[in-house]
């Protein structure tokens, strides 16, 4: 099992910024993507940012410019840095991580989900 950590949530106001964090943790033998998706209130999630082994990222349009992500992968610990926020970000954001361990194939993971507000 695959077991994910987030920190960095929080109530900022618009034009402001906060990092996201997320560690992941187990017998994992690799780590295929890493990404972050958020959830407003009745809609599924969507894919906000994400990451690949190979370095390769993939940002929602409405986040290009404004968040970047980024990996630590001796640390199995993704980021995610949002700057120049708007009220729209508000949400709840998830650590998705895809992974193999060393009992089962590669599968999705997810964070606990961390709220993010950003007031006007």
């Known amino acids: 099992q695959v077991q994910l950590v987030e920190s960095g949530g929080g109530l900022v106001q618009a034009g402001g910024s ?32 994400s990451t690949t082994g190979g370095g390769s990222t993939n940002y929602a349009d409405s986040v290009k410019g404004r968040f970047t992500i980024s990996r ?15 009220p729209e970000d508000t949400g709840v954001y998830y650590c998705n991580v895809r ?3 060393y009992d089962t194939p ?15």
Request: glycine share 8%; net charge positive; with cysteine.
């Open 18 to 49: 906060l990092r996201l964090s997320c560690a992941a943790s187990g017998i994992i033998l690799s780590i295929n993507s890493m990404g972050w998706y958020r959830q407003y209130p009745g809609k599924q999630r969507e894919l906000v940012a």
């Open 99 to 101: 992974a193999r361990t």
């Open 106 to 120: 590669a599968d999705d993971y997810w964070g606990q989900g961390t709220q993010v507000t950003v007031s006007s």
């Open 72 to 86: 630590d992968n001796a640390k199995n610990t993704v980021f995610l840095q949002m700057n120049s926020l708007k």
